[in-house]
């Protein structure tokens, strides 16, 4: 079955720098574009990331434009997600989701990791 379990999380000052790790297995990985997308309390899931099958066309929220960068390891079955510069407003769970067709929406992701949370506090 489909697997997404997500790793990396944890505290840290602002400033500072996460990596964020997604193990796929259940399926072809490299058939399938990846996203990540974070939920801070009491707010809605925010796309922050995508990256597609060739691991070479990637895009991004304005919120994390130039903080965080996207990828992945076909042969390892693994996305990753490097965050730099972290804000306090970058606390959240973070999930890696599958995104099944390359017109998907976030509300069509059908596949979904547990989360890893990420808090960013002095």
């Known amino acids: 079955q489909v697997q997404l379990v997500e790793s990396g999380g944890g505290m840290v000052q602002p400033g500072g720098s996460l990596r964020l790790s997604c193990a796929a297995s259940g399926f072809t990985f490299s058939s399938y574009d990846m996203s990540w997308v974070r939920q801070a309390p009491g707010k809605g899931p925010e796309w922050i990331s995508t990256?597609?099958?060739?691991?070479?066309?990637?895009y991004y929220a304005d919120s994390v434009k130039g903080r965080f960068t996207i990828s992945r390891d076909n042969a390892k079955n693994t996305l990753y997600l490097q965050m730099n510069s972290l804000k306090p407003e970058d606390t959240a769970l973070y999930y890696c989701?599958?995104?099944?067709?390359?017109?998907?929406?976030?509300?069509?992701?059908?596949?979904w990791g547990q989360g890893t949370q990420v808090t960013v506090s002095s």
């Open positions: 990256i597609l099958t060739g691991g070479v066309l990637t």
């Open positions: 989701a599958r995104r099944p067709l390359r017109s998907s929406r976030i509300t069509e992701y059908d596949y």
